[in-house]
């Protein structure tokens, strides 16, 4: 084998064992897509079977406390973004496709990303982007405060 042959095995060879070395113990980058859904939490029951409450909620229109109806009847709403937590890794491809199920219309932003859209009741909207900054991102509807609010968690790269 020449010497020329020779030393481009051997820089070849020493170039692989370099790159697993750097890149061996750091996950890599994926495409990650999940569903958020837009929902109504609802329960009711009569006044003899549970008094209605007197403590107040929290105010804003996420939380809805109907008083008692002509047959006793109240209920109890508060609307959320399910699930309420998204975990990612630095530099995934996210993509999140919220789905209106409950509620007219949520404005939406996501801090951290210049991201706004308004979702609809019967309708998808998906939003893609890379998660280029780590930290903790709030996804918050303007309509249904306080309770209608997630997190975007971005974790750094290892």
């Not at 789905?99 to 219309?105: L, P, Q, T």
């Not at 019967?122 to 309509?143: E, N, Y």
Request: proline share 5%; aromatic share 6%; glycine share 8%.
């Amino acid at each position: 084998m020449s010497k020329k042959i020779m030393t481009a095995a051997i820089a070849s060879t020493l170039l692989g064992l370099v790159t697993i070395a750097v890149t061996s113990g750091q996950a890599q980058a994926e495409k990650r897509t999940f569903t958020v859904a837009a929902v109504e939490m609802k329960g009711g029951v009569t006044v003899d079977k549970e008094p209605f409450p007197t403590d107040a909620l929290p105010a804003g229109a996420g939380y809805v406390l109907n008083k008692p109806d002509q047959t006793g009847r109240w209920e109890v709403s508060v609307y959320m973004w399910t699930p309420s937590q998204i975990i990612v890794n630095q530099d995934d491809d996210v993509t999140l496709e919220f789905v209106g199920i409950n509620g007219a219309n949520h404005p939406t932003t996501i801090s951290g990303y210049d991201k706004s859209f308004v979702l609809k009741r019967g309708q998808v909207t998906k939003i893609s982007f890379k998660a280029d900054k780590v930290g903790l991102f709030a996804i918050q509807c303007g309509t249904h405060k306080p309770s209608m609010a997630a997190e975007l968690v971005v974790l750094p790269r290892k």
